[in-house]
């Protein structure tokens, strides 16, 4: 079944520290981006990868990492979390970096930070 | 860079009735518009997109029309329905730097009353 799977699906914890949430596709897509959800904000996009090892940042960036060392992960890193970073997270991947292609989203992490 | 506004941020319509969800754009570059549907708990799903050289698409009762002069696009779904309970994020995509950029507005939560 083609999927986007994002782990954990629920995440507490403490002010600074590190911590990763992975995403891997099995659609082999080119393009994945991460996205956070807040209310009344819709979805802002934090990095995106347009293939292996090419990343750049969204509208917002700043507090997060990102890598793409294969094609199907594209883990997200907080180095040292803060409580505005307390959200709701999404991965999503896409077939073409070319634009208009429908995106597949992940489950959601929701990361609560104290 | 692009900006999507979304209108209105919460709607109630009687089962049956019909329900409008408008979204305007900045950057007329933007090509793609696709609108996500997403589910108490669940993520978003695209349930309709239409492109920059087409005004209208219909798919059974969701319908969406797209103003490129005006920059505004608009979902119609009509005899609405329970399941039709959600909320509902515009987007528009454009082409930067060799990438497809997906830009959401703030969401509609939609309720539909028995």
């Known amino acids: 079944e083609a999927q986007v799977t994002q782990n954990p699906r629920y995440l507490i914890t403490v002010t600074g520290k590190k911590l990763t949430v992975t995403c891997s596709q099995n659609m082999n897509h080119e393009y994945m981006s991460w996205y956070r959800q807040d209310p009344g904000l819709g979805l802002r996009q934090i990095y995106y990868s347009m293939n292996v090892e090419v990343t750049d940042k969204g509208d917002v960036p700043e507090g997060y990492k990102v890598s793409r060392k294969e094609k199907r992960n594209f883990p997200l890193i907080l180095e040292s979390p803060s409580p505005n970073q307390t959200s709701l997270y999404f991965c999503a991947s896409s077939l073409s970096t070319q634009g208009g292609t429908e995106a597949f989203f992940g489950q959601g992490t929701r990361l609560t930070v104290v | 860079g692009e900006n999507v506004e979304q209108h209105p941020s919460t709607l109630s319509v009687q089962e049956g009735d019909s329900a409008v969800i408008k979204c305007t754009y900045s950057d007329s570059a933007s090509n793609y518009f696709p609108w996500y549907k997403q589910e108490l708990g669940k993520r978003p799903q695209l349930i309709i997109d239409i492109r920059s050289n087409v005004g209208e698409k219909k798919d059974q009762r969701i319908a969406v029309t797209l103003n490129k002069t005006a920059k505004h696009f608009s979902l119609h779904i009509t005899e609405t329905q329970p399941e039709d309970s959600a909320v509902y994020f515009c987007?528009?995509?454009?082409?930067?730097?060799?990438?497809?950029?997906?830009?959401f507005g703030q969401g509609t939560r939609l309720t539909i009353n028995p």
């Open positions: 987007a528009a995509s454009t082409y930067i730097a060799g990438a497809q950029k997906l830009v």
